[in-house]
């Protein structure tokens, strides 16, 4: 799957502690970015944080709703569409790989879970009152549509 542009535009988080060579920080820096990739640095404690929310968490959550999908009616397997299938796409991954992912960044991902907890305790509250449900809605809409990855107009 190599080609040319593979890293245009990729964020790549560099991760730096206080006793890191300075030389190597940016040696990595420039690695990255003649590979194209936006170089960003952050504490590691921050990477771990985005990475749960933006990776790994979102990977457990696929998973979730393919399992919770089977145990309650696995017949609905055969209605789904292309909401269901982009939105459980990265469950197709790796098994082993994602479990090790996941534990290795698990203080990271229990929290992302806990938030998703209550969260979805505040959207059970919602479900029979239409404007806060529609308010809600609209407010994911509007910050998911300010989403722009680099390498597309829209995403």
Known sequence: A??????????????????????????????????GGRVLELPPAEHDEIVALISHFPHLLAATLVNVVAAKNAEAFQFFGP????????????????????????????????????????????LDREAPMTEFLTQAKAQRDRLRHPKTPHV
């Not at 197709?92 to 203080?107: C, K």
């Open 83 to 126: 909401g269901f299938r982009d939105t459980t796409r990265v469950a197709s991954g790796p098994p082993a790989m994602w479990a090790e992912i996941l534990r290795s960044n698990q203080v990271a991902v229990r929290a992302a879970v806990e938030a998703m907890i209550e969260k979805l305790r505040e959207i059970e509250t919602l």
């Open 2 to 35: 190599a080609r040319a542009d593979l890293f245009d535009g990729a964020a790549c988080i560099v991760t730096p502690e206080g006793r890191t060579d300075g030389a190597a920080v940016a040696a990595v820096h420039q690695f990255w970015q003649t590979l």
